[in-house]
């Protein structure tokens, strides 16, 4: 098996449409129908939120990895503090509306709405990343998963 095939921007959008077919479904059932109760959608908004970042950022920093590992002109120089302190800071913000409910301060509707608002950012700044950066700086692109 190649593992170059799989690890490539070909795959890494086709992974993005296949886990945001079914996100997005999801999304459109529960914010425009009252099939689902809020404290229920919320769970599944949040479930479904994870599953699709983790899978899609993995397979975006395996993907840059692999590439540097296959370059021989590009030698990675060490993340800066700020830059580490900006990835801290940028998943805060995603999981921060998870929280939210919990303490009170907003309903698990609004929570599932701002949750939802962010991973759609996310994933919009993922595209960018792996499709538009060239490999520096792509992998020194400080709004993504902690890899």
């Known amino acids: ?5 799989y690890l490539s921007v070909h795959w890494n959008n086709l992974l ?12 459109a059932v529960f914010f425009f129908t009252s099939i689902i109760p809020d404290k229920a959608g919320f769970f599944g908004m ?53 929280a939210l409910p919990f303490a009170g301060i907003v309903d698990y509707h609004a929570g ?15 595209l960018y990343r792996v499709n538009l950066l060239d490999l520096k700086q792509a992998f020194h692109f400080p709004l993504r998963g902690p890899n």
Request: proline content about 4%; charged content about 15%.
């Open 46 to 98: 949040v479930s479904v939120g994870i599953v699709y970042c983790l899978i899609v950022e993995q397979h975006s920093s395996m993907m840059l990895k692999q590439r540097i590992k296959n370059t021989d002109d590009y030698t990675p120089a060490k993340k800066s503090f700020l830059e580490g302190l900006t990835v801290i800071i940028y998943n805060f913000i995603w999981w921060l509306p998870v």
């Open 112 to 126: 599932s709405s701002i949750f939802f608002f962010i991973t759609v950012v996310r994933a919009m700044l993922n």
């Open 1 to 5: 098996m190649n593992i170059d095939k």
């Open 16 to 27: 993005m449409i296949g886990l945001a077919v079914p996100a997005l479904s999801y999304a």
